[in-house]
């Protein structure tokens, strides 16, 4: 990596854990249309996978008309609502604030690259909007991870070409969009979750900017 300028964050299930919230949308969708449905499947297949292709998970090979698609996708998205709405500053990942705080002080730039379209609500609810110089969410780009366009873009909000950029993500699919945008990746997580990241850490709990770099 050249001389770290931006460091660019997945939000969900990396700044704060509302990757629970849509599994448990998924699921209860999963029940409602009496499709088996695991927490295992939600990992392997649906972490960091926007919502249509995560609905195309779910049915497979069942056949339903697009009326019928839209209706669930929205379903989803109402239980996710839901869950989500009772959420706080004290959902930010713990030491988060602090760890925004020291990266802005030592004058690199942050950026979120997140695929929800629910992006905005959750940096509202959690109240760290304020912390990031660009925002892309999932009504920026037309490809999805694992393309690298979000954080392509990202790094254009924030102004930094994407190879003194780190991108910072959950998913193995965002991984792989971090390392084909020709970004340093850190993958969340368990080590063999992911095929491409650079370094990995179990967790962001508790988290100094020192950590994210390896230093
Ligand atoms: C990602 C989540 O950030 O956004 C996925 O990790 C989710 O679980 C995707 O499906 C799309 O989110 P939304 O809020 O637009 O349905
Ligand atoms: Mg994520």
């Known amino acids: 990596m050249q001389t770290l300028k931006a460091i660019i964050f997945d939000l969900d299930g990396v700044l704060t ?7 448990q949308g998924w699921k209860r ?3 409602d249309e009496g499709i088996p449905f695991t927490r295992e499947e939600n990992d392997a297949y649906l972490r960091g996978v926007g919502r249509r292709e995560s609905l195309a998970y779910l049915i497979r ?12 996708m929205a379903r989803k998205n109402r239980y996710y609502s839901e869950l989500i709405k009772a959420m706080s500053p004290k959902d930010v990942v713990a030491g988060g604030f602090e760890l925004l705080e020291e990266i802005r002080h ?14 905005r609500i959750v940096l509202d609810l959690l ?3 304020q912390y990031f110089d ?7 780009v037309v490809n999805s991870k694992p393309a690298a366009d979000i954080f392509v873009f990202a ?17 193995d699919a965002g991984v792989e969009a971090i390392k084909t945008a020709g970004m340093t990746a850190l993958g969340i997580g368990p080590q063999d979750r992911f095929h491409r ?19």
Not at 61 to 72: A, C, F, K, P, T
Not at 106 to 119: E, F, H, L, R, Y
Not at 134 to 140: F, H, K, L, V, W
Not at 155 to 171: K, Q, S, W
């Open 127 to 129: 109240e760290i909007t």
């Open 17 to 23: 854990d509302t990757s629970e919230y849509h599994y």
């Open 155 to 171: 790094a254009g909000l924030v102004n930094v070409p994407t190879i003194a950029c780190l991108g910072v993500e959950d998913a």
């Open 29 to 31: 969708l999963a029940e």
């Open 134 to 140: 660009g925002i892309a969410d999932g009504n920026s």
């Open 61 to 72: 090979d069942r056949q339903y008309s697009e009326e019928q698609i839209q209706e669930m």
């Open 106 to 119: 030592a004058g690199i730039k942050t950026g979120i690259a997140s695929a929800s379209k629910n992006c």
């Open 197 to 215: 990241a650079d370094r990995v850490l179990p967790s962001m709990e508790n988290k100094r900017l020192k950590d994210l770099l390896g230093a």
